[in-house]
C-alpha cells in the first residue's frame, strides 16, 4: 500500500523555520519524484519544491527559492523540506505527494499528475 506521511509542521512567527518529513513506504522511492505542495484555506494547491528521489535533482516554486530547501534520505524513504525566512503568505497545509520519475520533470510541480498524498501537515505562520 503507498503510503506518504507527513509531520513537522506547526505555529511559528513570521521569519521563523520549521522542518518538514514525509516518510513514503510502499512503492521504490528512487522511481519516484516526491513533491511538496500547500493550500491555504479558498485557495488550489500550489506546488513548492520537488525532488527527483534517484538522483535528487531538486525544483522550486519562484516564491520560495532560498527559503526552502529540500532533501531525501534514499536510506529511509524520507523527504525534507526546511523552511526559513517564514511569511504569513506561507500559511497553509503542506502536503507531499509522489510522481512517477518519467512523467517528466516539468509536471513535478503540479498536483494534477501526482499519483499519492500524504494526509497534510499544518503550518502557520503568525505576524
Known amino acids: 500500500e503507498v503510503q506518504l506521511v507527513e509531520s513537522g509542521g506547526g505555529l511559528v512567527q513570521t521569519g521563523g523555520s520549521l522542518r518538514l518529513s514525509c516518510a513514503a513506504s510502499g512503492f521504490t522511492f528512487e522511481d519516484y519524484a516526491i513533491g511538496w505542495f500547500r493550500q491555504a484555506p479558498g485557495k488550489e494547491r500550489e506546488g513548492v519544491s520537488a525532488i527527483n528521489g534517484r538522483d535528487a535533482t531538486t525544483y522550486y516554486a519562484t516564491s520560495v527559492k532560498g527559503r526552502f530547501t529540500i532533501s531525501s534520505d534514499n536510506a529511509k524513504s524520507t523527504v525534507y523540506l526546511q523552511v526559513t525566512s517564514l511569511k504569513p503568505d506561507d500559511t497553509g497545509v503542506y502536503f507531499c505527494?509522489?510522481?512517477?520519475?518519467?512523467?517528466?520533470?516539468?509536471?513535478?510541480?503540479?498536483?494534477?499528475?501526482?499519483?499519492?498524498w500524504g494526509q497534510g501537515t499544518q503550518v502557520t505562520v503568525s505576524s
Open positions: 505527494g509522489a510522481i512517477p520519475r518519467y512523467y517528466g520533470d516539468n509536471l513535478f510541480l503540479h498536483p494534477y499528475h501526482y499519483h499519492a
